[in-house]
T-cell receptor, first 114, second 112 residues
Framework: QKEVEQNSGPLSVPEGAIASLNCTYS??????FFWYRQYSGKSPELIMFIYSNGDKEDGRFTAQLNKASQYVSLLIRDSQPSDSATYLC??????????????FGQGTILTVHP | NAGVMQNPRHLVRRRGQEARLRCSPMKGHSHVYWYRQLPEEGLKFMVYLQKENIIDESGMPKERFSAEFPKEGPSILRIQQVVRGDSAAYFC??????????FGPGTRLTVT
């Protein structure tokens, strides 16, 4: 079982729709969760982070965390063609020498078509 | 406020040569991380450093790879005797106090 799993996609949504990206993780000790966006040939760009169960909203983006189910998601409202990218879910454990290290999923390719 | 800086952005090396990748963290950030992204693969952690200390090198290959973050100057990832399998994008990230990590533009290494 992979430590962090995402559907590779591609996920295709029409412009203006809600895109829903999902991620599960295996380590119950995980404390912090991050979503990065990566355009082709570019570096990862931080979109959101979430530490506590529930929802966290920032503009068109909402991150949702359920630690009991070991599940984190990202919703993108009013999707735009410029949102087309690979979305990376990252998880950080706490404690010991692993503190700070991020474990990434394979990424979900999102395509928003006009 | 400048972001994380990496150089060179593109590096071509022949098999057997050495590659040196440099990373300057964001101002005020004392934690540096190196990740590697192989073609068609995800980002993999390599090493975590603070000034003059290696905190976690659990993702570093046992041979040919080394990293440092001296008291003065950038962090350096060194790959000795490169092989074709080392061709990848190498990303550096920095953070204040080990929290949220911000990535640099990366160095694309090509081994011929």
């Amino acid at each position: 079982q992979k430590e962090v799993e995402q559907n590779s996609g591609p996920l295709s949504v029409p412009e203006g729709a809600i895109a829903s990206l999902n991620c599960t993780y295996s380590d119950r000790g995980s404390q912090s969760f991050f979503w990065y966006r990566q355009y082709s040939g570019k570096s990862p760009e931080l979109i959101m982070f979430i530490y506590s169960n529930g929802d966290k909203e920032d503009g068109r983006f909402t991150a949702q965390l359920n630690k009991a189910s070991q599940y984190v998601s990202l919703l993108i409202r009013d999707s735009q063609p410029s949102d087309s990218a690979t979305y990376l879910c990252a998880v950080r454990n706490a404690g010991g020498t692993s503190y700070g290290k991020l474990t990434f999923g394979q990424g979900t390719i999102l395509t928003v078509h006009p | 406020n400048a972001g994380v800086m990496q150089n060179p952005r593109h590096l071509v090396r022949r098999r057997g040569q050495e590659a040196r990748l440099r990373c300057s963290p964001m101002k005020g950030h004392s934690h540096v991380y190196w990740y590697r992204q192989l073609p068609e693969e995800g980002l993999k952690f390599m090493v975590y450093l603070q000034k003059e200390n290696i905190i976690d090198e659990s993702g570093m290959p046992k041979e040919r790879f080394s990293a440092e973050f001296p008291k003065e100057g950038p962090s350096i990832l060194r790959i000795q005797q490169v092989v074709r399998g080392d061709s990848a994008a190498y990303f550096c990230a920095s953070s204040p106090r080990g929290s949220v990590q911000y990535f640099g533009p990366g160095t694309r290494l090509t081994v011929t």
